[in-house]
């Protein structure tokens, strides 16, 4: 059964520090991973993608992938009250209509 | 990527009657759309994946004849609770994949609320 894993926190991160959230999975064949940040009632949004070993940055975001670890990590720069919510990790097996396997969500607050 | 709404975004209903969910891709003709229950606290559980043109897979555990998915068309996908009950209270949200360059990405409607009195 594919797993994906985080700690569910909750994390708390000094204003400005940075954020580190992290994800395991345990499906070898996952290629395609997903970070999605969800407001206390509202619905997740996609925030990064990232589907080769190694670092991918966007602005203040940045995902890490090691297949190898099977290891998926996202790093908030700079972090900003706006930034407390939750963060799915979501794995896909393949890059076609595969649906989407979820994290249980890292809870994360910054604390001005 | 696809913008994606639904509606209602929130329904009280009583037990034991029925409520649809229409979850439209705004921008984007999706073959697929996924429907998802997230419970307070807990993380998105996939109930189901809705096919243009075909009937929807279920997932394990999930009753078909209770949760009823059509995709009319390639912007439609209706998702009704049939005789619904307290314990089917819940968030109920859709998404749609899209095309990203090489690689599919999933983009999440605003999500439906439900509380069944």
């Known amino acids: 059964q594919k797993e994906v894993e985080q700690n569910s926190g909750p994390l708390s991160v000094p204003e400005g520090a940075i954020a580190s959230l992290n994800c395991t999975y345990s499906?070898?064949?996952?290629?395609?991973f997903f970070w999605y940040r969800q407001y206390s009632g509202k619905s997740p949004e996609l925030i990064m993608s990232i589907y080769s070993n190694g670092d991918k940055e966007d602005g203040r975001f940045t995902a890490q992938l090691n297949k190898a670890s099977q290891y998926v990590s996202l790093l908030i720069r700079d972090s900003q009250p706006s930034d407390s919510a939750t963060y799915l990790c979501a794995a896909s097996t393949y890059f076609g209509n595969e649906k989407l396997t979820f994290g249980t969500g890292t809870r994360l607050t910054i604390i001005p | 990527g696809a913008v994606v709404s639904q509606h209602p975004s929130r329904v009280i209903c009583k037990s034991g009657t029925s409520v649809k969910i229409e979850c439209r891709s705004l921008d984007f003709q999706a073959t697929t759309m996924f429907w998802y229950r997230q419970f307070p606290k807990k993380s998105l559980m996939l109930m189901a994946t809705s096919n243009e043109g075909s009937k929807a897979t279920y997932e394990q555990g999930v009753e078909k004849d209770k949760f009823l998915i059509n995709h009319a068309s390639l912007t439609l996908s209706t998702l009704t609770v049939t005789s619904a009950h307290p314990e089917d209270s819940s968030f109920y949200i859709c998404?749609?994949?899209?095309?990203?360059?090489?690689?599919?990405?999933?983009?999440f409607g605003p999500g439906t609320r439900l509380t069944v009195l």
């Open positions: 499906d070898r064949v996952s290629q395609s």
């Open positions: 998404s749609v994949p899209d095309f990203v360059g090489r690689y599919n990405e999933q983009f």
